[in-house]
């Protein structure tokens, strides 16, 4: 018996090409035709500052975009499916948690069921930080399927990137920013179309951070200092590096603002106002000390350690040295890890390659973050460091890209939670320009304008680029940001489907050929292993295959080749019955 299953795949095409052009087309109609569609644009402006002058309707407006918008968009852009190593890894958590359960015991078999960033030992359980996994499981549970809690944490980033602008822009600046984290990180980018990196966690919480700020050093309220706390747990909880240079950065901003005269609380006043924020801070540190000791086992054992300690070779900063080889239970995870990633921090670790390697993550930052549209308008950098009060905006943002530059791995939402202070820096240079008038034409205004406006329709262009024959970027692109998930990950959900409808339940061994790419990976499974409809395992040695099939003899087993072409699911026939000892 077979069943076969239908394969589709798309090839990585030049989309940036298009955003190139259209580039090039509103900067240079905005030198040859700088007074056109004024009166247009004036008028929606006008209708926009009156709109944005409402600041809590502002921010619910951006808030409730990004759910209808993407909602509307299902029928062209679906909910995505699993498909990267950190999908699977954030997913096992969401499972986890929908049961109620911090953890999962190790499977008696679990060689079989090793997989990337997912810890065997002590616990069976993701090996990042509990956020993330949190709302996955909210969405699970409340809505039955874990993607719409990433879509209601990206609604509250956007919403609250308006909130934050509001304090340090103009209203309409801020209205504006907020709508364009809408259309560009909450529509197509990565943060939305997987279910990997804790994005929008991350910059909901850097975003309440900076928020609250201005905020609370103005008027002293107890509930700015309760959100600031929360973003600080939500920050801890996503990316604790970069959480931990902003707490540092906003630490300081405050120490200075308290010792000068801008603060006219005694410490007694200022620690009551802080005090709520304070407990909050403390319970938070309680609850995670509990969850590292429940699934680590201590509650100084941070998420990472164990994994990269147990598969890891390369090591996290550039002047570390990479850890010894440790043994692999299988080829594919000894491949990733002590080659590809080892490979990959040969390029970058050291120190004399860090100004290279700053300028390019600054220049893949920015294009992720605005795109390529809006990067003219960095121009005018240099005159947002003359501004006082974004000034402290700007050389943070300066420390972050140059503290993440010592980081050997690079993902942009490593730095997601600097995004609000990305966007007012961003603004504020847009604001500067619509000031330039060369020989008293008004270039830099019409330049924003045609910025904006090219920006938005590249969004309008997304869901159909494939129809007007321009593909979207493959999964090793770093234009991430117009990343094409679409047919991602749909192989191995076709199998699943297929095991799905067969009567019982299934063990499905998964064979890899020897050029087998490891980030394909196929070998993932539920919270509860035992329990599944479907067990994924790892083909090893004849024996340990043995011993897998009669530990699960009252499930059907099944060959799935993922390399294979046409991909057939075949009954699984045992290659060397005569071994008897597994290798582990």
Known sequence: MSVPVSLSANGPAPIIALEIGITLISVGAAFAWPELCSTWFSRIESSLACLASRKRLAVFIVGISVILLRLLLLPRLPIPLPFVHDDFSFLLAADTFAHGRLTNPTPVMWPHFESFHIDMKPTYMSMYFPAQGFVLAAGKVLFGNPWFGLLIATSLMCAAICWMLQAWLPASWAFLGGMFAVVHLALFSYWIDTYTGAGSLAAL??????GGLPRFTRNQRVHHALL??????LLANTRPFEGLLLFVAVSAFICRWYFSSGCKLTKSRLLLRSAAALVLLIVATLGMGYYNFRVFGSPYTLPYTINRATYGVAPYFIWQSPRPVPIYHNEQMRQLYSSEEMSYYNKVHSLRLYPVVFVYRTFVVSEFYAGLTLLPLLAMLSHVFRDRRLRFLALFLIIALGANAIQIFFVPHYLAPFTAAFYAVGLQCARHFRQWKPGDRPIGRTLVRFAILASLLLVCLRPFAEDLHFKLSDRGSVAWEWLGVENFGKPRADVERALEHLPGKQLA?????GDHEPDDEWVYNCADIDASKIIWAREL?????????????????????????????????MQDKRASTPRW
């Open 205 to 210: 919480g850097g975003a309440l951070v900076l």
């Open 228 to 233: 600031m706390a929360l973003g600080v747990v």
């Open 509 to 513: 061994v998964v064979r890899y050929s």
């Open 541 to 573: 040695d004849p024996a340990s295959n043995l011993q897998l099939i009669r530990y699960y003899n009252s499930r059907k087993v099944w060959l799935i080749q993922p390399d294979q072409s046409p991909l057939e699911i075949v009954p699984y026939v």
